[in-house]
């Protein structure tokens, strides 16, 4: 190994005696990392791994960026034993809108592939749990156990008669009490509906059901209710406006990248292209026309992930987070400019 590995970055893979690849790791110098692991003391993980490895393997990258993009992309095939504890991103968080009769919102930190909608990532996981809270209240979602048996209005031929509400939130306006009868199955989808087009971006529909009671208690001279009321407004409003400051961060994410003589397509955080980096000015002005059209084109709900891209828009925020200096570099295709150089 000494004599073949070189001083570039790269990928390495750890291979077990079955051929099994136990743990995938990535530097800027694949050399050096790889010699650190026969200088482990007893008590480091790696000495751990390489006491259990039979065979390493590695691979070279353009640049320290395009390793960071395999080694995410090789721990996804292989699921290595060794990676389980891959690093995640504690700044950012997601909102998830169950897959149940009766769908709840919450706040998670990681993506799964169980059938529920996702959306962010978002940065700020308190914030984003407070601006859950304040929807869930006013569209009236439940946010009692996945276990809670739901009986909607137009179910209760089934169950037989209404129900009392199994806890307080329906006696304070809070859920509509889909555990007891208390709303149809395809009302409580409306409001979940509402809740998805906040998620998107689209704030009016909470916030005209809120000023439409502050007219309601205007109009019965319920002043104590009214203010209330323009408080949750204020805070609704505030609440829209960071979220969407908030998906901005990775909406930012999106850009044309060259590094290591390849360039990256990027949007929203996840790579959609990469190619060579163009050599001269003929093909700097076909990059500009291509990716001018791979970065503006309409998406079907662009606010929501799927499990196996929520870790690929983790690790480029994070990169970039990292490394300020990459984004100088960075540009982001001016379709007028790209009109004129493909006429
Ligand atoms: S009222 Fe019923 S559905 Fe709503 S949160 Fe409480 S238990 Fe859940």
Redesign the pocket.
Known sequence: MRATCEKRPGIYWMVGPGGEVLYVGKSREVRTRLLSYFRASPNEKAHEIIGNTHEIAWEYAPSEFAAVVAELRAIQRWQPPYNVEHRRDRAFCFVKLTREA?PRLLTVREVHADGAQYFGPFRGAEHVRLTVREISDLLEL???AAA?PMRFADQLDLFGGAHT???L??QVRK?L????GQCSRSTYEGQVELARRFLDGDAEPPLGILRARLQEAAARLNFEYAAAVRDRIARLEESAWELRSLRGVIDGLTFVYETGGRAYLIRRGRIREEREAPASPAEKAALHVHAARVLTRSEHQPGTVQPTQAAEILLLARWFRLHPEEREGCWVPDQAEARTASG
Do not use: E, Q, S, Y
């Open positions: 009766a439940r946010d009692c809670t509400p199994l806890c939130r329906a859920c009490a889909p555990c007891a």
